[in-house]
T-cell receptor, first 115, second 113 residues
Framework: KAGVTQTPRYLIKTRGQQVTLSCSPI?????VSWYQQTPGQGLQFLFE???????NKGNFPGRFSGRQFSNSRSEMNVSTLELGDSALYLC??????????????FGSGTQLSVL | AQSVTQLGSHVSVSEGALVLLRCNYS??????LFWYVQYPNQGLQLLLK??????LVKGINGFEAEFKKSETSFHLTKPSAHMSDAAEYFC???????????FGSGTRLSIRP
């Protein structure tokens, strides 16, 4: 069974640009969560989607958005990039039932650098 | 709102020594608690979790953690450290099956030969 796949693995953008990151969950998983990981702030929760609906949201500005498709694949978008958006963005999938107490399976992340 | 505090951003122990990584949580309801491990250039992997029942939870690779409600703690221990345990460890909390999982800031564990 394939794991959680995130693309691209690395991305370099400049300030003011926008970026879209993609996450393909494990087959059958219906919940996808996104996290931002930085050395200073650690792992911060962005949002979680279940069956195409945003079910949970973290405390990030509106420049950060996401969506989930009917096949459970998810994308997150960051508009008007700032230097502080440089981070490793991790996606995690969980569960056929939407129970987040089941194990989260993480992808290897997308490393975004904003210049 | 739930939150997690990990005491010590870096812990160093000798090979064969006891590993103790500290985690305290805050939650308005009975919490569900997790420990995840991240090896370099990889995503996180679940070590163990507490949902209900026995407060001493055993996980993979010889790790265990004890839920202590009176102390709002969920410390991670391993009796004897191995070089392969060197990694970053994250404690996390959730308030329910449909609630977001909030992670602590992480503790980097180093093992001295």
């Amino acid at each position: 069974k394939a794991g959680v796949t995130q693309t691209p693995r690395y991305l370099i953008k400049t300030r003011g640009q926008q970026v879209t990151l993609s996450c393909s969950p494990i087959s059958g998983h219906r919940s996808v969560s996104w996290y931002q990981q930085t050395p200073g702030q650690g792992l911060q929760f962005l949002f979680e989607y279940f069956s195409e609906t945003q079910r949970n949201k973290g405390n990030f500005p509106g420049r950060f958005s996401g969506r989930q498709f009917s096949n459970s694949r998810s994308e997150m978008n960051v508009s008007t990039l700032e230097l502080g958006d440089s981070a490793l963005y991790l996606c995690a999938s969980s569960s056929t039932s939407g129970n987040l107490l089941e194990k989260l399976f993480f992808g290897s992340g997308t490393q975004l650098s904003v210049l | 709102a739930q939150s997690v505090t990990q005491l010590g951003s870096h812990v160093s122990v000798s090979e064969g020594a006891l590993v103790l990584l500290r985690c305290n949580y805050s939650s308005s309801v009975p919490p569900y608690l997790f420990w995840y491990v991240q090896y370099p250039n990889q995503g996180l992997q679940l070590l163990l979790k507490y949902t209900t029942g026995a407060t001493l939870v055993k996980g993979i690779n010889g790790f265990e953690a004890e839920f202590k409600k009176s102390e709002t703690s969920f410390h991670l221990t391993k009796p004897s450290a191995h070089m392969s345990d060197a990694a970053e460890y994250f404690c996390a909390v959730s308030e329910g099956s449909a609630s977001k999982i909030i992670f602590g800031s992480g503790t980097r564990l180093s093992i001295r030969p």
